[in-house]
C-alpha cells in the first residue's frame, strides 16, 4: 500500500519545485498561474477518467476497459483484476448451479422447491411424474393452490421436518409416495417425494405371508390338540378309535411338517449364501424317477405317460431341479380328477429344453395365472387343503427356474386342463454322456409340494 504514494509525492514534489523556479525567476504571479493550469489540467483529467470508468461499470462486457497510466492505470488494473475474479466466481457458481440442476433432473425422487411464502421457485422432471407438477407453467404458484388434498395441507401446517407423509400420488393412485420437508436456505422448503409402491407391496407380501402361515398352522394345531385332549380325557376309548385319532393327528403332523420343508427350501433358495451347484442333469432318467413317482401317488387314479422327445441334459443344480420339476408333477396328480390324464414331456424346441406336465384337470382362469408362484395363492383354498398343498409349491419352482435364467410358461383352459413348461435356455442343454456310469445319480425321492 505504501507504494501507491510514491508516484503522486514525486510529481507534486516536482510540481512545486517548478514553481519555486517560476517565483525565483519571473514572481509569484508566473508561479501562481503555473499551479492554476496544473490544478485545472489534474481536474479535467481526472473528469475524463471518471467518465471512462463510469461508462466502463455501466457496461463491463460491452466497453473495453479503459487504459491510463499513473495512479488511474493503477485504478484500472486493480479494478480490472476484481473483474476477472469475479468472471471467474460467476462461472465457477454457474457451473455449480448447472451441475445441480442436471443432477437433481436425473434424481428419481421429485424435488420442490418452496419459498417462505410456499410458492415454487424450481422442481425437477420426476415431480411431473409423481404430483403433476410443471416447472415452466407453475413457477410461482401455491403449493397449497395445486395439492388441495387434506392430508397434504396438514402435513405443511405440521411443519414437522421429521415426519414422513405416506399418500397416494395425486395423478397416479397406483403408485404410494412418502412425502418430507427439509428446511433449505434461510426460509426456503425443499418437498421432497419418493415413490415406495414396491416398498409398500413388499411389506404387505410380509403381512400376507405371516397371516397365511398363522393360518395354515392354526388348523392342524387346533384338530391335534383337540384330539389330544380327547385322548387324555377318555384314556379307555377302543382300539379301533384311537386308532382312527392318532392316524389323523399323524396327517396334520405331517402337514406341519411339509409346510416347514418347504418354507425352509424358500428360505434356501433366497440366501446369498446358498451356494449354487452346477452340474450334470441326466434329466431323461429324472423324467423317468418322476414317472413312477406320479404313479406311486395317483395309486391307479390316472392314466400318466411319458414322451421322450430329446436325450438332452441339463447343467444345473441336480437337487433343484429334481425339486422344481417334482412339484410340477405332484400338483398335476393332486389337482386332475381320477380318471384324468398327466402327461409328461422332455423336448428341445427353438434351441430351449422344455420339460412339461399336462393334466386334464379343471383349468385355471386365465385371472389367477399371473399369481399363481405367489406364496399360498390359491385358486380354491378348501380344495387345496383336501389335497394336501401347502400353497408353496410353485413359488419354489419359480425361485429354482429364477436362479438357472429358466422361466416358467403356464397355459391353461377351463374345463379342460393345463400344461406347465419349465423352459431351460440353451447354454444349460448339454449332450448326452456316452459311458453308461457317467449319469448323475438322482436324489432321494423328495416330497413335492403343491
Not at 418437498?191 to 415406495?196: G, N, P, Q, T, V
Not at 378309535?241 to 392318532?246: A, K, L, P, Q, V
Not at 395365472?369 to 387343503?385: A, G, H, K, M, N
Amino acid at each position: 500500500m505504501m507504494g501507491f504514494w510514491w508516484r503522486p509525492l514525486g510529481v507534486l514534489a516536482g510540481v512545486l519545485l517548478v514553481a519555486l523556479m517560476l517565483w525565483a525567476g519571473s514572481g509569484w504571479v508566473a508561479a501562481l498561474g503555473f499551479l492554476a493550469g496544473i490544478q485545472a489540467f489534474v481536474m479535467l483529467r481526472r473528469l475524463w477518467q471518471e467518465y471512462r470508468l463510469a461508462r466502463w461499470l455501466e457496461s463491463p462486457d460491452e466497453v473495453e476497459p479503459p487504459e491510463a497510466t499513473g495512479t488511474w492505470g493503477d485504478i484500472f488494473y486493480r479494478l480490472q483484476k476484481l473483474q476477472r475474479r469475479q468472471h471467474a466466481s460467476r462461472s465457477e457458481l454457474s457451473n455449480a448451479l448447472e451441475q445441480f440442476e442436471h443432477a437433481a433432473q436425473a434424481v428419481p425422487d421429485a424435488m420442490v422447491i418452496l419459498n417462505g411464502s410456499e410458492q415454487i421457485e424450481w422442481c425437477n422432471p420426476a415431480s411431473r411424474k409423481y404430483m403433476g407438477l410443471d416447472c415452466e407453467r407453475d413457477r410461482g404458484q401455491f403449493i397449497r393452490y395445486l395439492m388441495r388434498q387434506a392430508y397434504f395441507l396438514d402435513f405443511l401446517d405440521a411443519g414437522d421436518y421429521s415426519r414422513r407423509l405416506v399418500c397416494k400420488s395425486p395423478v397416479n393412485r397406483e403408485l404410494t409416495l412418502s412425502l418430507q420437508l427439509v428446511p433449505f436456505g434461510e426460509s426456503q422448503k425443499l418437498l421432497l417425494a419418493r415413490d415406495i409402491t414396491d416398498l409398500e407391496r413388499v411389506d404387505a407380501m410380509r403381512r400376507d405371508f405371516i397371516a397365511n402361515v398363522s393360518h395354515e398352522l392354526r388348523t392342524p394345531l387346533t384338530v391335534v390338540g383337540g384330539f389330544v385332549e380327547t385322548l387324555a380325557d377318555a384314556p379307555d376309548l377302543p382300539a379301533a378309535e384311537s386308532r382312527h385319532y392318532f392316524n389323523l393327528m399323524l396327517d396334520h403332523t405331517r402337514r406341519m411338517q411339509h409346510l416347514l420343508d418347504d418354507l425352509l427350501t424358500l428360505s434356501r433358495l433366497e440366501s446369498d449364501d446358498h451356494a449354487f451347484k452346477d452340474e450334470p442333469v441326466n434329466v431323461p432318467e429324472m423324467a423317468q424317477a418322476l414317472k413312477a413317482e406320479a404313479e406311486s401317488l395317483s395309486r391307479g387314479r390316472h392314466r400318466i405317460s411319458l414322451r421322450l422327445d430329446s436325450d438332452a441334459w441339463l447343467k444345473g443344480s441336480l437337487q433343484e431341479i429334481r425339486s422344481a420339476l417334482g412339484n410340477l408333477v405332484s400338483n398335476a396328480v393332486r389337482y386332475t380328477p381320477e380318471g384324468g390324464e398327466i402327461t409328461l414331456a422332455w423336448q428341445v424346441r427353438g434351441g430351449e429344453g422344455a420339460f412339461s406336465v399336462t393334466d386334464t384337470g379343471e383349468g385355471i382362469a386365465a385371472e389367477h395365472i399371473p399369481r399363481l408362484t405367489e406364496r399360498f395363492y390359491r385358486v380354491d383354498r378348501s380344495r387345496s387343503r383336501e389335497t394336501g398343498g401347502t400353497g408353496l409349491g410353485l413359488a419354489i419352482v419359480k425361485h429354482v427356474l429364477t436362479r438357472h435364467g429358466a422361466r416358467l410358461d403356464i397355459r391353461s383352459t377351463p374345463g379342460k386342463g393345463s400344461t406347465f413348461s419349465a423352459v431351460f435356455p440353451a447354454q444349460r442343454l448339454e449332450a448326452a454322456a456316452v459311458a453308461p456310469d457317467a449319469a448323475t445319480p438322482l436324489p432321494e425321492r423328495s416330497r413335492a409340494a403343491g
